[in-house]
């Protein structure tokens, strides 16, 4: 989910050998700037609660909030977030958090992409003959992909949720990667070390 006020981004991807992802669905909740944000938050709660139970997902991954400039759309932002956690942990559903330039990163293979780079590589992945409209609706794809191909360290709530053991590799691949080999050969000599 990419949140925000004005339009809340949703989308669904199931995920597949190879690093392979399919569409499920994607979709962008609206509302108008003139209704009163109370109302507002409760047509977005409501939309969230109807994708949740129409799509019953295995993990809800949401765009990590970060501050800028202008502190009316943090603050939308980070309602629309907390609505979209709230109502994944009410079912059980395990969230994961991931920044921007993670999104980026994961997707374009930069974390300074542009949005239309984003559109682009999410349409390539998921196969779709046109880019999905608007940004919101890409972003929230994009989301859903990177938590596919990033899951470690990106879920709440510790203990509490369970991970599922292709997640664990995942996380484990990603950990030993991350370490520098010393030794690439079990055997050790004048020929074997490095």
């Known amino acids: 989910?990419?949140?925000?006020?004005?339009?809340?981004?949703?989308?669904?991807?199931?995920?597949?050998?190879?690093r392979r992802a399919d569409l499920v669905g994607v979709g962008v909740l609206r509302t108008a700037p003139e209704t009163s944000t109370d109302l507002r938050l409760l047509e977005i709660a409501r939309g969230l609660d109807t994708w949740l139970d129409?799509?019953?997902?295995?993990?809800?991954a949401v765009e990590r909030v970060f501050a800028q400039n202008n502190r009316g759309t943090v603050m939308g932002t980070a309602q629309v977030a907390g609505l979209a956690m709230v109502a994944a942990a009410r079912r059980g559903v395990p969230v994961a958090l991931h920044t921007p330039s993670e999104v980026k990163a994961a997707v374009t293979g930069s974390g300074r992409a542009g949005k239309e780079q984003v559109q682009r590589m999410v349409a390539n992945i998921l196969r779709l003959q046109s880019l999905p409209q608007p940004a919101d609706a890409a972003d929230a794809l994009a989301l859903a992909i990177t938590h596919l191909w990033r899951p470690a360290g990106a879920l709440q709530g510790g203990d509490r949720h369970e991970v599922t053991p292709a997640q664990r590799a995942w996380a484990a691949a990603e950990r030993s990667a991350q370490k520098p080999a010393r030794y690439r050969t079990g055997v050790r000599g004048k020929e074997g070390a490095r």
């Open 1 to 18: 989910m990419d949140p925000g006020l004005t339009r809340c981004g949703v989308g669904v991807v199931d995920s597949r050998p190879g």
């Open 54 to 60: 129409d799509h019953v997902p295995d993990v809800v």
